[in-house]
């Protein structure tokens, strides 16, 4: 097989092509020259915003393309178009942040996609990503509806910073409650699936993440102390302890969601169709301790730009003002 990831530098580009490569597929990586692309991948460099910057992808036809952008939807049109008849399986890695929120009682649907010029949010850049693919390939494309993703080389931060803070010790805030369910996917799992995928020629929309059940708030915190050796210990809250002291769920506190219906939004997606493709999801202590090897190989660091964490100073007094409450009081 041939591929090509657009991209190919970077957590789930990345995961594409060195899975692909550990199965002997012939790999080129079209990229801005922003990182190093897996050894044994062809090089193609190019700027898919600029004029004249699709000029590398003019010539060559491959089996499958894996394209993770997340900018103006114009840069996925102008690719797709591009490589429609040079190319087999058009796999978009897209969001189940396409959906519009709440779900209604019909069930899930995607909310419109800003126009192909347009700069907007997160969610309409990949729901105008996702039709612009779909309009080129028609029935080759392939939605890839992930939603929260970590693993090895996840470039936003989320598992690697509490990875960090169950490691510094000490008393951990940590989000309740511990059975919260948690759906996620990890990047190399999913780069698995589509791999499979491609070599199946689907075509269609997926929803990519972990099985109900697969892994609890409690299971992902324990084997962040697990795998660290930290002497920390989790100081479990109720959810509207947290809430109520302004911090935010998400970017303070990330991956975590309170219970209710953003928690529900997030987590509650059917992946039945992309179970019976072929997704297989590893265990979360597995996901875990690999983060941790590899950022422990990184100087224990944050990736550059993460914008995610709790300040030290108002974790600790969110504890203080938690066991001040829940104190005994003498009798007055």
Do not use: N
Not at 15 to 27: Q, S
Not at 170 to 197: F, I, N, T
Request: aromatic share 8%.
């Amino acid at each position: 097989m041939r591929l090509l990831v657009l991209g190919g530098t970077r957590f789930v580009g990345r995961a594409a092509a060195e899975e692909a490569l550990a199965r002997g597929w012939r790999v080129t990586v079209f990229h801005r020259g922003r990182g190093t692309p897996p050894r044994g991948a062809a090089r193609l460099r190019g700027d898919r915003l600029a004029g004249g910057g699709l000029a590398g992808l003019e010539r060559g036809e491959w089996d499958a393309v894996v394209d993770t952008w997340a900018g103006p939807p114009r840069a996925v049109r102008d690719t797709a178009r591009l490589l429609a008849d040079r190319a087999g399986t058009y796999l978009y890695v897209s969001s189940r942040f396409v959906y519009a929120w709440p779900v209604t009682a019909r069930g899930p649907e995607p909310i419109g996609g800003c126009p192909d010029d347009g700069e907007t949010d997160y969610p309409r850049a990949k729901r105008g990503g996702e039709l612009a693919a779909a309009d080129a390939f028609g029935e080759r494309a392939v939605l890839v509806r992930a939603g929260l993703i970590l693993g090895p080389g996840e470039d936003v931060g989320r598992l690697p910073w509490w990875l960090l803070r169950t490691a510094r010790g000490g008393s951990v805030l940590a989000p309740g409650p511990p059975g919260l369910p948690l759906r996620y996917v990890d990047a190399r799992d999913l780069a698995q699936w589509m791999l499979g995928a491609a070599e199946r020629g689907l075509g269609g929309a997926y929803d990519v993440m972990c099985p109900a059940g697969h892994a609890t708030m409690g299971g992902l915190l324990e084997a962040c102390l697990h795998v660290t050796g930290s002497r920390g210990e989790l100081c479990w809250l109720p959810p509207r302890a947290v809430l109520a002291a302004g911090i935010e769920p998400w970017t303070e506190l990330p991956i975590w969601l309170p219970p209710g219906e953003a928690h529900d939004y997030l987590h509650r997606g059917d992946v039945s169709a992309a179970v019976a493709a072929g997704l297989r999801c590893r265990p979360v202590a597995d996901t875990v301790a690999d983060t941790w090897q590899w950022l422990r190989a990184r100087g224990e660091r944050l990736p550059e730009g993460a914008a995610v964490g709790l300040a030290p100073d108002r974790e600790a007094a969110c504890l203080r003002a938690h066991r001040e409450r829940a104190a005994p009081r003498p009798w007055s």
